[in-house]
């Protein structure tokens, strides 16, 4: 067992630090990686040393993944540098907001890097996350492609059945902005006469209601959305009973289109912090983050 411990120590080194492959978890994977590796007998010997006649299936199979990572410990045992399932580990750790304390007493138990390691692969999971960030942006303006960059808010809301004071929940307003880029779709070209797009002096509140509330407006306000429509579209796009159908049986994804935009696909995550977006002052601050 020395041996093969040795031996698949090694290899592990050489496929998963070196030459940078991904951790193999699957069972029947790993088993055939330990051969390949020189250690033909380990995995089947630790399954064999814990299963018994009395175990179904279902739990021989759980039984298996143990035996996985049973296996990474004692090669991480031989050599601290086959961290690489700690490493997965302590990332999982992380995202649950476990503290140095903590990660360092899992560290002793074999279970998960060290927090001085955690720090550091904190900050290069934040390096790398910015740098393809960049590296889409600077694709999408080369391509000349589309980019979407989308502001939106988050509630948390947890609520008290029994209210002990006038407060009845605990709400968190967390904004999100993400930029999706979109090969197939060619960017929106900037016009010549861009400066006349905006109105420098803003939006005239006395203007819009004289609009809107003229004789012509409100007859069209009046109208239904479907009826407004010219005829080509409505035949085209629009047809009032698979609107009805798609509404009753939550068809919103049906075609390839739109599953393509809902995609998480070429989606970076850009900011996201606690921030409830219901003022201009809002945006801006959102919109600072972004720039």
């Not at 992380?94 to 903590?102: D, G, H, R, T, Y």
């Not at 492609?145 to 709400?171: A, M, Q």
């Not at 005239?204 to 209601?209: G, H, L, V």
């Not at 809107?212 to 109208?223: D, E, N, Q, R």
Request: hydrophobic share 35%.
């Amino acid at each position: 067992m020395t041996e093969e411990i040795t031996s698949l120590s090694r290899s592990m080194y050489r496929s998963f630090r070196e030459q940078q492959m991904p951790l193999i978890y699957d069972p029947e994977e790993f088993r055939k990686f330990c051969i390949s590796a020189g250690a033909p007998s380990i995995f089947d010997n630790v399954i064999a040393a814990v299963t018994t006649s009395r175990k179904s299936t279902k739990r021989i199979e759980k039984t298996k993944k143990i035996a996985v990572n049973v296996i990474y410990q004692l090669c991480f045992a031989n050599s601290q540098l086959n961290n690489g399932m700690q490493k997965d580990h302590c990332k999982y750790l992380m995202l649950k907001n476990l503290n140095k304390e903590a990660l360092d007493t899992e560290h002793y138990l074999g279970n998960s890097c060290s927090s001085r390691t955690a720090y550091y692969m904190r900050k290069n999971i934040d390096r790398l996350h910015e740098e393809k960030i960049d590296k889409a942006i600077d694709k999408a303006i080369e391509g000349k492609y589309l980019v979407v960059c989308i502001i939106d808010d988050f509630h948390c809301i947890h609520s008290l059945r029994r209210p002990t004071d006038e407060k009845t929940s605990n709400e968190k307003h967390i904004c999100t902005i993400v930029i999706k880029t979109f090969p197939k779709i060619p960017a929106i070209p900037i016009p010549s006469d861009i400066e006349n797009l905006h109105n420098p002096n803003g939006i005239s509140q006395d203007i819009c209601a004289s609009i809107i509330c003229c004789p012509g407006s409100m007859h069209t306000l009046s109208m239904s959305f479907a009826s407004a429509m010219p005829a080509w579209t409505k035949s085209k796009l629009f047809d009032p009973e698979n609107e009805r159908r798609r509404l009753r049986i939550y068809e919103y994804a049906s075609s390839q289109n739109t599953r393509d935009m809902r995609g998480m696909e070429n989606l970076h995550l850009l900011q996201m912090k606690e921030l409830p977006l219901k003022s201009l002052e809002n945006f801006r601050t959102a919109l600072n983050w972004i720039t």
